[in-house]
């Protein structure tokens, strides 16, 4: 699987939708309590790729579709139309003419990861912590989750990932690889 790939799959990972009540105070709990209620979720989003080889980031734009339990989709629409789509184990990229699709299975080190980030729009606490030392911060009107990798294979590819958020949607990610590479993704309110 390719950098672009994992990258993708880690992305269409980290999306969800709609609003919910609000709190003056949250916890991690009360978070994925909110987001386990979600079973549909469209938005759009903008996502800009920084790398340390490049001046200026590339830029894309798009749609994010989520489907409990484990159905995910990046439509980008700017600047070159593709879709990569996630459901179960099985990875779809469609570019122009060509599609390819990839076996999570056989990614050992990229799948726990994205498998965990699906735990996280389920509303999975105990998983997400199997996986990641979680630091949570905030009130459920803006909150922010820091995960940082416990498995070494993860830990090689990614330094850390922050969600923030507002009820029951997510508003950012920012993906931290360990070369210095970092994906920072905007998700608009539906």
């Known amino acids: 699987m390719n950098k672009d790939s994992w990258r993708a799959a880690l992305a269409l990972a980290l999306l969800s939708a709609a609003a919910s009540g609000f709190a003056a105070n949250a916890t991690l709990h009360q978070v994925m309590a909110l987001l386990a209620k979600r079973?549909?979720?469209e938005v759009r989003y903008v996502e800009e790729d920084y790398f340390k080889i490049l001046?200026?980031?590339?830029?894309?734009?798009?749609?994010?579709?989520y489907e409990a339990p484990d159905h995910l989709e990046k439509k980008t629409l700017e600047p070159k139309a593709q879709s990569l789509?996630?459901?179960?184990?099985?990875?779809?990229?469609?570019?122009g003419n060509r599609t390819y699709r990839l076996d999570l299975s056989a990614y050992p080190q990229v799948a726990p990861f994205v498998d965990s980030i699906r735990d996280t729009l389920a509303g999975n606490e105990q998983a997400l912590e199997r996986v990641f030392k979680v630091t949570f911060t905030g009130t459920l009107k803006q909150?922010?989750?820091?995960?940082?990798?416990?498995?070494?294979?993860?830990?090689?590819?990614?330094?850390?990932?922050?969600?923030?958020?507002s009820g029951d949607e997510i508003r950012s990610v920012e993906i931290e690889e360990t070369d210095g590479d970092r994906s920072v993704m905007s998700i608009q309110p539906p």
């Open 143 to 165: 909150w922010q989750l820091k995960l940082v990798p416990l498995d070494e294979k993860v830990a090689r590819k990614v330094k850390r990932v922050e969600i923030a958020g």
């Open 85 to 95: 789509i996630l459901d179960g184990e099985r990875l779809t990229v469609r570019r």
């Open 55 to 65: 001046d200026e980031p590339v830029k894309s734009s798009g749609v994010l579709v």
């Open 39 to 41: 079973q549909h979720g």
